[in-house]
């Protein structure tokens, strides 16, 4: 079957670095997608890998190893605003979106 | 730009009654969307339409039918709501070149059924 497993929730703190991990099952793959989502909002578009290795956007990075199923999203210069639920999805072979059940992420002070 | 518009924002709803979740995108974008969210599950894809004229199942389309007659418009209708499709609707779209292809999200729509 198909299975997205990611954390459930994480803490960490304000000015700090977080790392939160996905590992991933799927009937093909056509890259690995994060989003975020804050509390009773949208989930909105962070990042996409397809090729291994590491992509950087400003205080977000993703990374992807392919031959694992695995990836992780690294928050860095932790604000309070980046509390919020982190969401990883896999595309299958269908194109279609495999979604993880979230990650909750607190920032305490 | 709205991007997608979801209504209503939120509604209860008894048993047995029909309900149609609206959800318009002015990207022009060829795919829709349509996903549940539920505590402590990931968003589950009810149905979904590749371009305007097709609709397709998704892993939860029980209970559930979409239409999408225009490119802009893709209703989710519940024919007789039960208590288990109490949940966070979310409607989405994206350009439907597959080999990117980022999700856009709407607002959602929190549906409680009594």
């Known amino acids: 079957g198909q299975n997205i497993d990611q954390p459930t929730e994480m803490t960490a703190t304000e000015g700090a670095i977080v790392q939160i991990n996905c590992t991933y099952q799927?009937?093909?793959?056509?890259?690995l997608f994060w989003y975020q989502q804050h509390a009773g909002e949208a989930p909105t578009f962070l990042s996409y890998n397809v090729l291994d290795g590491l992509e950087e956007k400003g205080r977000f990075s993703s990374f992807l190893s392919r031959s694992k199923g695995y990836s992780y999203l690294l928050l860095k210069e932790l604000q309070m605003k980046d509390s919020a639920s982190y969401l990883c999805?896999?595309?299958?072979?269908?194109?279609?979106?495999?979604w993880g059940a979230g990650t909750k992420l607190i920032i305490k002070p | 730009t709205a991007g997608i518009t979801q209504a209503p924002t939120s509604q209860i709803l008894a048993a047995g009654r029909s309900m149609t979740l609206r959800c318009t995108q002015d990207m022009r974008h060829n795919a829709m969307y349509w996903y549940r969210q539920d505590l402590g599950l990931g968003l589950r894809l009810i149905h979904y339409?590749?371009?305007?004229?097709?609709?397709g199942k998704g892993e939860v389309p029980d209970g559930y039918s979409v239409s999408r007659a225009n490119t802009d418009d893709f209703p989710l209708t519940l024919a007789s709501a039960v208590p288990s499709q109490t949940s966070v609707y979310f409607c989405?779209?994206?350009?439907?070149?597959?080999?990117?292809?980022?999700?856009?999200f709407g607002p959602g729509t929190r549906l409680t059924v009594l």
């Open positions: 799927t009937s093909g793959f056509n890259g």
């Open positions: 339409s590749n371009t305007a004229g097709t609709t």
């Open positions: 989405a779209s994206s350009e439907g070149d597959t080999s990117t292809d980022t999700q856009y």
């Open positions: 999805a896999a595309m299958d072979s269908n194109y279609q979106l495999i």
